[in-house]
Nanobody, 122 residues
Framework: QVQLVESGGGLVQAGGSLRLSCAASGRTFSRYAMGWFRQAPGKERDVVAAISWSGGTYYADSVKGRFTISRDNAKNTVYLQMNSLKPEDTAVYYC????????????????WGQGTQVTVSS
């Protein structure tokens, strides 16, 4: 498994931006697909975005055009740039790692971070 530590959450007004970071341990980071999930109070945990080891990406419909996932293999870090934030984006955001992007998208990833809170005020 990969150890994951998220950072960058916080409080922002609607329309604002935040960038989440996820630092991963291990020497094989470049071989992993990475992703972000989120869970709002009283709701299920849903996939937000994912990126394969080769750079292919997946986005949930609710964030397409607003969020961008990227990775820096030299820094063992994956990012989630969130623009045009809405109150409904408020949630705890989790970083995940798995061998394949499809496994992440289906919610079956084995490695999860502790989560970082994102709160968007109206």
């Amino acid at each position: 498994q990969v150890q994951l530590v998220e950072s960058g959450g916080g409080l922002v007004q609607a329309g604002g931006s935040l960038r989440l970071s996820c630092a991963a341990s291990g020497r094989t980071f470049s071989r992993y697909a990475m992703g972000w999930f989120r869970q709002a109070p009283g709701k299920e945990r849903d996939v937000v975005a994912a990126i394969s080891w080769s750079g292919g990406t997946y986005y949930a419909d609710s964030v397409k055009g607003r969020f961008t996932i990227s990775r820096d293999n030299a820094k063992n870090t994956v990012y989630l740039q969130m623009n045009s934030l809405k109150p409904e984006d408020t949630a705890v955001y989790y970083c995940v790692a798995e061998r394949s992007l499809n496994t992440i998208v289906t919610g079956a990833a084995n490695s999860w971070g502790q989560g970082t809170q994102v709160t968007v005020s109206s």
